[in-house]
């Protein structure tokens, strides 16, 4: 089982470039979600998404875009990379009733 | 003050020994969750208890809702333990947000 799969694992960007950090999940999960991870702090909720063509705002979303055009496909975008943006980003889905969630493995970005 | 807590922030353990790592929180949930981070890694989901207590080989999670908090006990515990331990309090069903409320983390590092 696949579970929840995040590419890149790592990646160095450049103030000011864009990219999209991809996260797929073949478990069938409506409840999708965007967390950054920075030291000393807990996880913060970025965007989520309740199922295809619904997302919404978390806690800390200035600076990023989803979409989410199907059930599988969850992608959080950068457009201008700015070094607060420095930190570990992990995607997540969960069951139904929402109360078991599954991470991927994290992307290490920093940025420059 | 966060809404979750735990303590301790950092742990040192001896092979073998008994850990207990604590987290309260001060908000209505409708389950905790206790979550693993390998340093480097993913976060896996250990544990997800609306009540009572759960058994999974070495690792125990426990909480009281009455007092609103938790406890992740590992007996016998081995380097393979070291790890950060994090817990997650999910809001109650229906509510107005579906995000979870994470704690900092314990950092635990179990000595040979």
């Known amino acids: 089982n696949a579970g929840v799969t995040q590419t890149p694992k790592f990646r160095i960007l450049k103030i000011g470039q864009s990219m999209t950090l991809q996260c797929t999940q073949d478990m069938n999960h409506n409840y999708m979600y965007w967390y950054r991870q920075d030291p000393g702090m807990g996880l913060k909720l970025i965007y989520y998404?309740?199922?295809?063509?619904?997302?919404d705002k978390g806690e800390v979303p200035n600076g990023y875009n989803v979409s989410r055009s199907t059930t599988e496909d969850f992608p959080l975008r950068l457009e201008l990379a700015a070094p607060s943006q420095t930190s570990v980003y992990f995607c997540?889905?969960?069951?139904?009733?929402?109360?078991?969630?599954?991470f991927g493995q994290g992307t290490r970005l920093t940025v420059v | 003050k966060n809404e979750v807590e735990q303590s301790p922030q950092n742990l040192t353990a001896q092979e073998g020994e008994f850990i207990t790592i604590n987290c309260s929180y001060s908000v209505g949930i409708s389950a905790l969750h206790w979550l693993q981070q390998h340093p480097g890694g993913g976060i896996v989901s250990l544990f997800m208890?609306?009540?009572g207590k759960k058994k999974h080989g070495r690792l125990i999670a426990t909480i009281n809702i009455q007092e609103k908090h938790s406890s992740l006990h590992i007996t016998a515990s081995h380097p393979r333990d070291s790890a950060v331990y994090i817990c997650?309090?999910?809001?109650?069903?229906?509510?107005?947000?579906?995000?979870?409320?994470f704690g900092t983390g314990t950092l635990l590092a179990v000595q040979p």
């Open positions: 997540a889905s969960s069951t139904p009733d929402r109360h078991e969630a599954f």
């Open positions: 208890l609306s009540s």
């Open positions: 998404s309740v199922g295809a063509g619904i997302t």
């Open positions: 997650a309090a999910h809001p109650p069903i229906g509510g107005a947000t579906n995000k979870l409320i």
